[in-house]
């Protein structure tokens, strides 16, 4: 009975002395393991004789529950003072600022992007979003383009392999179809811009096969051509930040308006340097026009009570012509050195209130 006094304090005194989860566990086989002193006394049980047994035997026993509730309650102690060291070193304090250094920058797309939807938000204009790979019908047919109009052919679509059958879907060329999906789904007064990726099969210095569009629409009981100047004007002046911009609108050809035109703003080339409100050159910057009856109808909308304005402009370009950056190519790169140069800053979004881009 000694012995086993004298073992538990042997066994007690590593237990405490064990300073981290290894040294425990290297306690515990050594007491309690296959081979451990406790299990080998608790073997040799079976060769004692009935009497010594019967005093052995609880002896042991009880040895084994103590040592082993000792090692759990080491266990959880150790586990307890690893959590708060944990705790405390990867201690985080919320008030700091932000690094800008760390977050990178905006990309010119998402920031004109942003700046055009800034723009029309203070108009009271809401975003709508539609899917890039769309159907013939939202894409053209909705849109008023003829079946075998040489219209369709302008596009360079991408199509998809036919289905069984015959139609193919598409990437979508424009941001138009999104006016379709948005008509036949709620009832005017509409008014929304619709910013989005956009996609032909063309590729130079001012082409890509993938690009960005933003598309306006406003459809009322009185919308005419005067609002749709007015709305483009305001536009171009807070977008350039210049308060005498010239504009003009040049008729034009779409089949989804009636009339259709294409809207210049004057701009004087110094040097490399584009400089807009002033000199004789022009620059075509948008088209718009009167939404056509025949696109109200194909949305379900009665021409006779509502009638509308809409228009579309390439932010890709905007962005080019707004921050002077030569090569459309380079928008889709991923050089980090060019987003570090051309990029925005992350903590200063556009808004009307502190300025658009800086
Ligand atoms: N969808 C035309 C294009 O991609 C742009 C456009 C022109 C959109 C006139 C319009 C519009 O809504 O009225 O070339």
Same mark, same amino acid.
């Given at each position: ?284 910057? +948008? ?68 300025? +658009?881009?800086?």
């Amino acid at each position: 009975m000694t012995d086993i006094k004298q073992l538990e304090t042997e066994l007690v005194t590593k237990i405490d002395a064990a300073n981290d989860l290894a040294a425990l566990e290297e306690v515990r086989v050594g007491a309690l393991g296959k081979k451990g002193v406790v299990s080998l006394q608790m073997k040799s049980l079976g060769k004692m004789s009935p009497e010594a047994r019967k005093e052995m035997g609880p002896a042991l026993n009880g040895l084994k529950a103590r040592i082993g509730d000792a090692i759990e309650a080491k266990k959880a102690a150790l586990e307890d003072a690893a959590l708060d060291a944990a705790l405390a070193s990867e201690k985080i304090d919320v008030t700091l600022p932000p690094r800008p250094e760390r977050l990178g920058k905006i990309h010119p797309v998402s920031q004109v992007t942003e700046e055009i939807v800034a723009i029309f938000s203070a108009m009271g204009f809401d975003v709508a979003e539609g899917p890039d790979i769309e159907d013939d019908f939202h894409n053209f047919t909705a849109l008023n383009f003829p079946e075998d109009h040489p219209a369709r052919e302008m596009h360079d679509t991408f199509f998809f392999e036919p289905k069984e059958d015959g139609s193919r879907m598409l990437l979508r060329t424009h941001t138009s179809p999104v006016q379709i999906r948005t008509m036949m789904a709620q009832k005017p007064p509409i008014r929304i811009i619709i910013p989005g990726r956009t996609f032909r099969c063309d590729s130079d210095q001012t082409h890509t096969p993938m690009f960005h569009q933003v598309e306006g629409l406003v459809i009322d009981k009185q919308a005419h051509m005067g609002h749709l100047k007015g709305t483009l004007e305001a536009f171009v002046k807070t977008f350039f930040e210049i308060d005498d911009v010239k504009t003009r609108f040049r008729p034009h050809f779409f089949p989804f308006t009636e009339p259709s035109a294409e809207m210049d703003i004057g701009y004087e080339r110094v040097g490399n340097e584009i400089r807009f409100g002033q000199g004789d050159d022009w620059m075509e910057i +948008l088209g718009c026009g009167m939404v056509h009856p025949n696109v109200l109808k194909n949305c379900g909308l009665d021409p006779d009570e509502y009638q509308g304005f809409a228009w579309g402009m390439g932010v890709d370009r905007l962005a080019m012509l707004k921050y002077g950056i030569p090569d459309l190519r380079d928008f889709f790169a991923s050089d980090a050195r060019w987003l570090e140069h051309y990029g925005f800053d992350p903590l200063d979004p556009p808004n009307l209130a502190t300025g +658009l881009g800086k």
